[in-house]
């Protein structure tokens, strides 16, 4: 039985409401008893994972700042007139670089969750050693 909306000059009707045993699906997609059984992939329905907007902007921003200011370091007049406070400056960056890769190994065996320190210790490595080399 449809039911009848009035909405303006034209009626519109709608179908009555399925319940779950009785609704068709598309041939190759599963029932909804089976939607459990379909796997752990991120992408199987029902399945989000909450990700915060500050790490995502910090992982892409940061590795891209060191970079930006190491190449800066080694390229501009600061090289030539204070030689080893620009070698000292970058070889805090490679120490930071290695605390990163430090904090990513950790974060491998301890933390059960995905993290965002296996980008970052990769991302500082390339921005760090690739900095001084486009800078010269």
Avoid: H
Wanted: charged share 10%; with cysteine.
């Amino acid at each position: 039985v449809a039911q009848t909306l009035a909405g303006g000059s034209s009626a519109r009707t709608r179908a009555p409401a399925q319940n779950a045993s009785t609704m068709q699906f598309p041939a190759g997609m599963p029932a909804v008893e089976d939607a459990g059984k379909m796997g752990s992939s991120p992408f199987s329905p029902g399945k989000r994972i909450k990700m915060s907007a500050t790490p995502l902007l910090l992982m892409l921003i940061l590795p891209w700042g060191v970079f930006v200011f190491t190449c800066a370091l080694s390229c501009f007049k600061t090289k030539y007139l204070f030689p080893w406070t620009v070698d000292v400056i970058l070889t805090l960056f490679v120490l930071v670089w290695l605390s990163s890769v430090v904090t990513a190994l950790w974060a491998r065996v301890r933390i059960p969750e995905p993290t965002w320190y296996t980008y970052l210790a990769f991302a500082l490595g390339i921005a760090v050693f690739s900095g001084p080399v486009c800078g010269q």
